[in-house]
């Protein structure tokens, strides 16, 4: 699905339209890690360090996010100022696009209304840092993010260094194989784990090059079928992962933290992400940051393969 221009809901940039139209390498960048998931003002030179990323590989970025009810594709610089800065900004997932639409509300995208929105556009490659998934403790409170549903029925690739080790990784990895998504290893035999290289359980493909995964999402077209999303996971490099033992340590203060506080839903993640970055002294934010950034740059490199067949 190529954006005709003429969509009256989406507003794309005028660079990410053109790209478009041409047919040129396009990368989606979500916005929640920006405005939720990341500590000020770091969040801000992220942003656009990001967008520097996928352009030094040739390739243009669109970061996502709804302003004033509006959905963009690719934001000017005071509107990533906006994203990483605005007091109140709402984290929206797919579910929450249409009161934001009708209320003129604005907020961050997560991993679901990101890849919907992108989808959407005509834009088949996006990077993230670590996925939502199925959290810890879910027999009781079934907080599963709707990343997992939207990925199940969108025809996205997504590149991820897994999902957020702050969750049931071994159940996540479950659902997405029930739901039909399919999991691809970056030159890896084992599943990410976010800040770390390796969660140290198995993935079932791997590909070594953004060409196979180019051909993995023709075939995904060729075949038909579900329109389900294909997860790049792509782990971080093992010397800039987080010290293993420091991340149990602090990951295991940080639930305990949320279970007394009571801190449950959409407030959940950020909460987790933050305690970590506080408790680890700031090395789980290098380890996000730098997951971040080689998924972005794969991300780029994927995007060029997919546009030129
Ligand atoms: N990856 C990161 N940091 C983040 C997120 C992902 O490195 O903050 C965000 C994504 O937007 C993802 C969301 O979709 O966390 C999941 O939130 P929840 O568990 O409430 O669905
Ligand atoms: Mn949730």
């Known amino acids: 699905m190529r954006s005709t221009g003429t969509d009256p809901v989406l507003r794309p940039s ?21 405005s939720h998931g990341l500590p000020q003002p770091r969040n801000l030179e992220v942003a656009r360090e990001l967008e520097g990323v996928v352009r030094e590989a040739g390739a243009v970025p669109a970061t ?16 990533l100022e906006r994203i990483a800065t605005e007091p109140g900004l709402r984290k929206l997932s797919q579910r929450d696009l ?3 639409a009708a209320l003129k509300a604005s907020g ?63 159940a996540t990895l479950q659902r997405l194989e029930t739901r039909g998504v399919s999991v691809a290893g970056f030159r890896t035999d084992t599943f990410p784990g976010f800040y770390l290289h390796s969660s140290g359980l198995p993935v079932d493909w791997r590909i070594e090059s953004p060409e ?5 999402m023709r075939g995904q077209d060729a075949l038909g079928g579900q329109e389900s999303a294909l997860i790049v996971a792509n782990p971080v490099p093992r010397e800039l992962q987080l010290d293993p033992e420091l991340h149990d340590r602090v990951l ?8 007394r506080e009571g801190v449950k839903g959409q407030a959940i993640t950020p909460f987790l992400l933050g ?35």
């Open 212 to 216: 196979e995964a180019a051909a993995v």
């Open 14 to 34: 005028d660079e990410v339209a053109q790209a478009l139209a041409d047919g040129a390498p396009v990368v989606a960048l979500e916005s929640t890690i920006i």
């Open 64 to 79: 996502i996010a709804v302003l004033d009810g509006v959905p963009r594709i690719g934001l000017e610089e005071p509107e």
């Open 98 to 100: 249409p009161m934001a």
């Open 108 to 170: 961050a995208t997560t991993v679901s209304a990101t890849s919907f929105l992108a989808a959407r556009a005509g834009i088949r490659v996006f990077a993230t840092g670590g996925l939502g998934g199925v959290h810890r403790g879910w027999t009781e409170d079934q907080d599963e993010s709707a990343d997992l549903d939207t990925l199940a029925r969108t025809r996205i690739t997504v590149v991820c260094a897994g999902v957020k080790s702050i969750l049931d990784v071994p």
């Open 252 to 259: 295991a203060e940080a639930l305990a933290a949320a279970e």
């Open 275 to 309: 305690y970590l970055v506080d408790g680890t002294g700031g090395a789980s934010l290098e380890a996000n940051l730098a997951a971040v950034r080689g998924n972005t740059a794969l991300a780029a490199r994927i995007a060029l393969a997919w546009a030129t067949p």
